[in-house]
């Protein structure tokens, strides 16, 4: 924008550096988050120097991807506004911590735009939360244009309020004791005071508060950010105030309040759906019983993939009565039998565990494996039925194409679920509210992990201290171990995770004691979880509980099962790969001057080395090269290790050659298998790019826990990675030093022609 901006006219423009310097400390820090307002921003910016002597703050903008000039206009005229430009309009919520996290001064101000700050506004602001130390947030007197009060106090909403706010009933009782509390028309604004919440356009807050309630919910687009934030300093101890003999100008469009659908009333209709299903008590009730609710939703998608399943088969098979010989009968023939699959395919189901607590995070292998695990138990039973019932007009075929049809819809209905789940989720919708006890290294860790896959459907309420008083920086901590009970019901937890090893099991259970009516889910991160596998189980030993480690049966029976597929698959894989790599041959020796194939010395089974085939090494790849790595077509070269006996198709990762004397026993485990062209860790690795350690010991689980369906729960997962081109190419460096086994496998750091 090369025009001159309001309220910064050029004559002025020579104090303007002076205006808006800082020291090294500055007490205030204002940050202006802008989207397309040059001309009031400017204005605002201007305010603030003409007013702003006795303190000297800094100014923090956050631009929101305007498209009106602002990023050029404050790089070029105001080079001291310490200016944060981001490529999209990420919101405002997020746009004004990333406000705070460039801010120093012990008090931050944010400041709408439209905002005109008046003679010694700020220097009484910064007095006043110097002199109420009880004080989080602070809001000052906004005024209208016309120099009319403007109602930025209020009371937190009600039902009623709400109703008369957003309907056109307001119209009718907007003068009524309702809206007059809401607006607290009753008082005179003439004197501070504390409050529920002040507008978002005017907020101060004190720095040292922050660990206690936090920043700006992120959820929150645009609009109820500020509710949310008062509400939660209120949760937190602190206290909100108005301050009257802070007065400010502010143009207050309230363009969500316009009739017709705009962006800003959607934007405003989410907010509100996002504010009341994190605090509405309802909503919160509705959540305690999740499990229940999500149940009823899988069972009756399931009989309409089952009914559905069946009317299809039904058709199939009367299009076929002219190639059989049996007659076709009415549908009202099988009204018995379909009642009767209904019940056998939901007992089937429920029996191999589809209708568990945690089934809406578990992965859809997990979801497939146990369909198509409880599909043949209840087809026998079906078939068997036919057989054992006095009428003779089922028809079998239509029974079989019955039970593989609603199998699959079954399946595919599920996932249409779990998808449209997703989306709910990917919009912040529908989140478990979850509290971490603890303080040390591993509670943050896991409050970092719970922050960064938002895809879990996780909402931290906060860190819940376990121990002393220890505040660690970017956490907010929203009390003690020996209130949690109280901790649950005022922060909306659904879940608590016990991420402190050091507390001690009397506090755990006197804990689920306390809490045992509360209706919420608790997990332990404990040190057990490096001895703990698939097979452990907690059962009752001379009247004591214990944890009982099974031993597997069948152990070198499933191992021999292993071997024969893994012998089976490679044999096939190589009869049909092997046309390809000959014409891959020639055109690398043609064009490239080298062969295909590379090896690398790895560790296999027992810690002995052997070679193992690779895709040569190249350094620019093509995108030919590039859609083979994505979609683990890289991996095929292996198949000659898998054939020989040095491999498995699913194993531990890749190693480097290490001696198994200097390791300990851990780190030796994953020598007791054979290392996999895929595995846990791998197909891990690509969903989560897990760090080192935590590859570490899934490598260590999966060897513990070995057993053929974790197998085919792994090989689903590794599929659908190579078909939607998800597979991992990159990663952390791989344990003991070595690569990862993605990079041996893409022929990163092949070494040694072939």
Request: with cysteine.
């Given at each position: 924008?090369?025009?001159?901006?309001?309220?910064?006219?050029?004559?002025?423009?020579?104090?303007?550096?002076?205006?808006?310097?800082?020291?090294?400390?500055?007490?205030?820090?204002?940050?202006?988050?802008?989207?397309?307002?040059?001309?009031?921003?400017?204005?605002?910016?201007?305010?603030?120097?003409?007013?702003?002597?006795?303190?000297?703050?800094?100014?923090?903008?956050?631009?929101?991807?305007?498209?009106?000039?602002?990023?050029?206009?404050?790089?070029?005229?105001?080079?001291?506004?310490?200016?944060?430009?981001?490529?999209?309009?990420?919101?405002?919520?997020?746009?004004?911590?990333?406000?705070?996290?460039?801010?120093?001064?012990?008090?931050?101000?944010?400041?709408?735009?439209d905002?005109?700050?008046?003679p010694?506004?700020?220097d009484?602001?910064?007095?006043?939360?110097?002199?109420?130390?009880?004080?989080?947030?602070?809001?000052?007197k906004?005024?209208?244009?016309?120099?009319?009060?403007?109602?930025?106090?209020?009371?937190?909403?009600?039902?009623?309020?709400?109703?008369?706010?957003?309907?056109?009933?307001?119209?009718?009782?907007?003068?009524?004791?309702?809206?007059?509390?809401?607006?607290?028309?009753?008082?005179?604004?003439?004197?501070?005071?504390?409050?529920?919440?002040?507008?978002?356009?005017?907020?101060?807050?004190?720095?040292?508060?922050?660990?206690?309630?936090?920043?700006m919910?992120?959820?929150?687009?645009?609009?109820?950010?500020?509710?949310?934030?008062?509400?939660?300093?209120?949760?937190?101890?602190?206290?909100?105030?108005?301050?009257?003999?802070?007065?400010?100008?502010?143009?207050?469009?309230?363009?969500?309040?316009?009739?017709?659908?705009?962006?800003?009333?959607?934007?405003?209709?989410?907010?509100?759906?996002?504010?009341?299903?994190?605090?509405?008590?309802?909503?919160?009730?509705?959540?305690?019983?999740?499990?229940?609710?999500?149940?009823?939703?899988?069972?009756?998608?399931?009989?309409?993939?089952?009914?559905?399943?069946?009317?299809?088969?039904?058709?199939?098979?009367?299009?076929?009565?002219?190639?059989?010989?049996?007659?076709?009968?009415?549908?009202?023939i099988?009204?018995?039998?379909?009642?009767?699959?209904?019940?056998?395919?939901?007992?089937?189901?429920?029996?191999f565990?589809?209708?568990?607590?945690?089934?809406?995070?578990?992965?859809?292998?997990?979801?497939?494996l146990?369909?198509?695990?409880?599909?043949?138990?209840?087809?026998?039973?079906?078939?068997?039925?036919?057989?054992?019932?006095?009428?003779?007009?089922?028809?079998?075929?239509?029974?079989?194409?019955?039970?593989?049809?609603?199998?699959?819809?079954?399946?595919?209905?599920?996932?249409?679920l779990?998808?449209?789940?997703?989306?709910?989720?990917?919009?912040?919708?529908?989140?478990?509210?979850?509290?971490?006890?603890?303080?040390?290294?591993?509670?943050?860790?896991?409050?970092?992990?719970?922050?960064?896959?938002?895809?879990?459907?996780?909402?931290?309420?906060?860190?819940?201290?376990?121990?002393?008083?220890?505040?660690?920086?970017?956490?907010?901590?929203?009390?003690?171990?020996?209130?949690?009970?109280?901790?649950?019901?005022?922060?909306?937890?659904?879940?608590?995770?016990?991420?402190?090893?050091?507390?001690?099991?009397?506090?755990?259970?006197?804990?689920?004691?306390?809490?045992?009516?509360?209706?919420?889910d608790v997990?332990?991160v404990?040190?057990?979880?490096?001895?703990?596998?698939?097979?452990?189980?907690?059962?009752e030993?001379?009247?004591?509980?214990?944890?009982?480690?099974?031993?597997?049966?069948?152990?070198?029976?499933?191992?021999?099962i292993?071997?024969?597929?893994?012998?089976?698959?490679?044999?096939?894989?190589?009869?049909?790969?092997?046309?390809?790599?000959?014409?891959?041959?020639?055109?690398?020796?043609?064009?490239?001057?080298?062969?295909?194939?590379?090896?690398?010395?790895?560790?296999?089974?027992?810690?002995?080395?052997?070679?193992?085939?690779?895709?040569?090494?190249?350094?620019?790849?093509?995108?030919?090269?590039?859609?083979?790595?994505?979609?683990?077509?890289?991996?095929?070269?292996?198949?000659?290790?898998?054939?020989?006996?040095?491999?498995?198709?699913?194993?531990?990762?890749?190693?480097?050659?290490?001696?198994?004397?200097?390791?300990?026993?851990?780190?030796r485990?994953?020598?007791?298998?054979?290392?996999?062209?895929?595995?846990?860790?791998?197909?891990?690795?690509?969903?989560?790019?897990?760090?080192?350690?935590?590859?570490?010991?899934?490598?260590?689980?999966?060897v513990?826990?070995?057993?053929?369906?974790?197998?085919?729960?792994?090989?689903?997962?590794?599929?659908?990675?190579?078909?939607?081109?998800?597979?991992h190419?990159?990663?952390?460096?791989?344990?003991?030093?070595?690569?990862?086994?993605?990079?041996?496998?893409?022929?990163?750091?092949?070494?040694?022609?072939?």
């Amino acid at each position: 924008m090369g025009g001159d901006v309001v309220g910064l006219a050029p004559e002025t423009r020579e104090n303007t550096e002076e205006a808006v310097s800082y020291p090294s400390e500055p007490d205030l820090s204002i940050v202006i988050v802008g989207y397309n307002s040059l001309p009031e921003l400017g204005r605002c910016l201007a305010s603030v120097r003409d007013t702003a002597a006795a303190i000297h703050p800094e100014i923090v903008v956050v631009d929101n991807a305007s498209a009106d000039g602002t990023v050029e206009f404050l790089e070029r005229e105001l080079p001291d506004v310490r200016l944060v430009a981001n490529g999209r309009n990420v919101g405002y919520s997020r746009a004004v911590n990333q406000g705070i996290a460039e801010a120093r001064a012990r008090y931050i101000l944010v400041l709408n735009p439209d905002i005109v700050v008046l003679p010694g506004a700020l220097d009484r602001l910064v007095s006043f939360m110097d002199d109420q130390p009880d004080a989080g947030i602070a809001g000052a007197k906004l005024l209208n244009e016309d120099g009319s009060l403007q109602h930025s106090c209020r009371r937190f909403y009600t039902f009623w309020t709400l109703v008369l706010r957003r309907t056109p009933l307001g119209k009718l009782f907007q003068n009524g004791k309702t809206i007059s509390r809401y607006l607290m028309l009753e008082f005179d604004h003439e004197e501070s005071r504390e409050v529920d919440w002040v507008l978002g356009a005017c907020m101060i807050v004190r720095r040292t508060a922050l660990a206690d309630f936090g920043g700006m919910d992120e959820r929150f687009f645009l609009y109820f950010e500020d509710v949310d934030w008062c509400y939660r300093v209120w949760q937190s101890g602190w206290k909100v105030w108005y301050v009257a003999d802070s007065v400010m100008r502010h143009r207050h469009a309230r363009e969500s309040a316009r009739g017709g659908l705009s962006k800003q009333l959607i934007a405003h209709g989410l907010s509100m759906i996002h504010f009341y299903e994190k605090w509405g008590k309802a909503i919160y009730g509705l959540k305690k019983y999740r499990t229940v609710l999500t149940n009823s939703v899988l069972l009756f998608t399931d009989l309409v993939a089952i009914n559905v399943g069946f009317g299809l088969a039904y058709i199939l098979r009367s299009s076929l009565h002219g190639l059989l010989e049996k007659p076709m009968f009415g549908v009202s023939i099988y009204a018995t039998l379909l009642a009767f699959a209904n019940l056998v395919f939901v007992v089937s189901y429920g029996f191999f565990g589809l209708y568990g607590a945690s089934i809406e995070r578990e992965r859809s292998s997990d979801v497939a494996l146990r369909i198509f695990r409880a599909a043949p138990v209840a087809a026998i039973i079906l078939m068997a039925s036919t057989f054992l019932t006095s009428r003779t007009v089922y028809s079998r075929v239509l029974i079989a194409a019955f039970c593989v049809l609603a199998v699959v819809l079954t399946f595919l209905l599920r996932m249409g679920l779990k998808r449209l789940h997703w989306l709910v989720r990917a919009g912040r919708f529908d989140l478990t509210r979850v509290a971490v006890v603890g303080t040390d290294e591993t509670s943050r860790r896991v409050a970092e992990r719970l922050l960064s896959h938002s895809a879990l459907g996780y909402d931290l309420a906060g860190l819940v201290a376990a121990d002393g008083d220890e505040r660690p920086p970017g956490f907010q901590v929203i009390g003690r171990l020996e209130d949690l009970p109280e901790l649950i019901e005022k922060h909306r937890v659904g879940e608590v995770i016990f991420a402190d090893s050091e507390i001690s099991q009397e506090r755990v259970a006197d804990f689920l004691l306390k809490a045992r009516r509360s209706a919420v889910d608790v997990k332990m991160v404990s040190g057990l979880t490096g001895i703990l596998t698939q097979r452990a189980k907690v059962e009752e030993f001379l009247d004591l509980p214990v944890v009982a480690f099974e031993r597997e049966a069948l152990l070198r029976a499933d191992a021999g099962i292993k071997r024969t597929f893994d012998v089976v698959a490679a044999a096939l894989l190589i009869a049909i790969w092997a046309p390809l790599l000959l014409v891959t041959s020639v055109a690398t020796l043609i064009t490239r001057k080298t062969g295909p194939l590379s090896t690398v010395e790895c560790a296999g089974l027992g810690g002995r080395t052997f070679s193992m085939h690779v895709l040569n090494r190249i350094d620019e790849p093509s995108a030919l090269r590039r859609f083979t790595l994505r979609h683990g077509l890289s991996v095929f070269p292996a198949v000659i290790n898998v054939l020989r006996g040095d491999m498995s198709f699913i194993g531990p990762r890749v190693v480097a050659p290490v001696d198994p004397g200097s390791l300990n026993l851990r780190e030796r485990l994953r020598f007791d298998a054979r290392p996999g062209i895929t595995g846990l860790a791998r197909v891990s690795a690509g969903e989560d790019l897990c760090s080192r350690d935590e590859l570490e010991a899934l490598d260590a689980y999966y060897v513990q826990g070995w057993s053929l369906g974790g197998d085919a729960k792994i090989l689903m997962r590794w599929s659908m990675q190579c078909l939607l081109g998800w597979v991992h190419v990159s990663g952390e460096p791989g344990s003991l030093g070595a690569p990862t086994a993605s990079e041996e496998l893409a022929g990163s750091g092949a070494s040694g022609d072939h």
